[in-house]
């Protein structure tokens, strides 16, 4: 009997290897056209070329994602999740994360350290976004090209911002804080000074940036900050919208690939990440998602290249803040958020 079970197994293993789906990898994700882009752009050909199925779980957000790692402890029930840099250096201080090496992930060695350091050792980064200023164009009849546009009589009525539990918002109010001579972490005075202006121009705050486009795709609202791959897809569309990355700069959304420390597929899980950032991967998603990449080898389409980050220069006009440090003051700057910003909304 013990042989016929050991034959079996083997044939099963045999005929799964034959069909070239041999093994399965759950990578967590977004949905919406997210998913739609990375199906046809990095799943499919991932399958292809290695025989492993991959199984799409759409469901969470980053921050949500997070929380069932470390409700789990390393054991959330998927093998790849796509968070942030935040969520990267907290998943690996806290020992919850794989932490990459260019042995098991070869391409790490072609993103550029600008940013890949941002993340640290447990997150790839794989996508890199801006924040943008996003406007109406048949509202505003000249390009804005300031965050100071947000300020201008004429939108009054006419923004919106997010709540303090988007990073957005901390990020916006950093910005600020730099143009109006402060800095991103100890000296952000006047950043809320100018962000309490920005409540008194606004119609009020919302959390989701699903939500928040929702206010400019009706025409409700005029200008609002927001994330340039999603202000690209806005403007593909095909609605009366632009976006712009403003004089005073920007601070960068950082996307990372991450494997939690128990992940059931943990070989196959390695492989997809060194997958996606592939050269050619990365052309796929830059070209299919309308985002940046930390991979500065990569070609592109002009018009592409010139809205998107995809060059050194591009990644060192970036103004980056110490997410370790920013992560330990959001907590004081949230209660400073809702005393100082949303009490003075309309």
């Known amino acids: 009997?013990?042989?016929s079970a050991l034959c079996a197994s083997a044939l099963v293993t045999m005929g799964l290897?034959?069909?070239?789906?041999?093994?399965?990898?759950?990578?967590?994700?977004?949905?919406?056209?997210?998913?739609?882009?990375?199906?046809?752009?990095i799943i499919e050909p991932f399958e292809a070329?290695?025989?492993?199925?991959?199984?799409?779980?759409?469901?969470?957000?980053?921050?949500?994602?997070?929380?069932?790692?470390?409700?789990?402890n390393g054991r959330p029930g998927f093998d790849v999740v796509v968070m942030t840099a935040s969520q990267s250096l907290e998943g690996c201080k806290e020992g919850?994360?794989?932490?990459?090496?260019?042995?098991?992930?070869?391409?790490?060695?072609?993103?550029?350290s600008v940013i890949a350091g941002v993340a640290g050792p447990c997150g790839a980064v794989h996508e890199v976004q801006y924040l943008s200023l996003l406007y109406r164009k048949d509202k505003l009849p000249e390009q804005p090209n300031s965050w100071n546009a947000l300020l201008d009589d004429r939108l009054e009525g006419k923004i919106i911002l997010p709540t303090f539990q988007n990073v957005m918002a901390a990020y916006l109010m950093e910005i600020f804080s730099v143009a109006h001579g402060g800095d991103l972490l100890d000296n952000v005075d006047p950043g809320f000074?100018?962000?309490?202006?920005?409540?008194?121009?606004?119609?009020?705050?919302?959390?989701s940036s699903s939500v928040m486009e929702t206010y400019i795709k009706g025409g409700e609202v005029w200008a609002m900050p927001f994330w340039n791959g999603r202000a690209q897809l806005l403007v593909d569309s095909g609605l009366p919208v632009d976006y712009v990355l403003p004089k005073e700069g920007s601070i960068p959304l950082v996307a990372t690939l991450n494997v939690p420390k128990h992940a059931a597929n943990r070989e196959a899980a390695l492989r997809f990440v060194?997958?996606?950032?592939?050269?050619?991967?990365?052309?796929?998603?830059?070209?299919g998602y309308k985002v940046g990449s930390v991979r500065t080898d990569i070609d592109v389409p002009d018009d592409i290249r010139a809205r998107q980050i995809t060059t050194e220069a591009d990644l060192k006009a970036l103004l980056l803040p110490d997410l370790a440090a920013v992560a330990s003051r959001l907590s004081a700057w949230g209660e400073r958020w809702e005393r100082d910003v949303v009490a003075v909304a309309k």
């Open 1 to 3: 009997m013990r042989f």
């Open 17 to 41: 290897a034959a069909s070239g789906h041999a093994e399965t990898l759950i990578v967590n994700s977004y949905g919406g056209p997210y998913e739609t882009i990375i199906r046809e752009r």
């Open 49 to 72: 070329k290695f025989g492993i199925d991959v199984v799409y779980d759409a469901v969470g957000s980053a921050s949500q994602d997070y929380a069932k790692i470390k409700a789990t």
């Open 96 to 112: 919850l994360l794989e932490e990459f090496s260019p042995d098991e992930v070869p391409n790490l060695v072609h993103l550029s």
């Open 193 to 207: 000074a100018a962000m309490a202006k920005l409540a008194g121009q606004s119609i009020g705050f919302e959390q």
């Open 274 to 287: 060194n997958f996606f950032l592939e050269k050619a991967s990365q052309e796929a998603w830059v070209t």
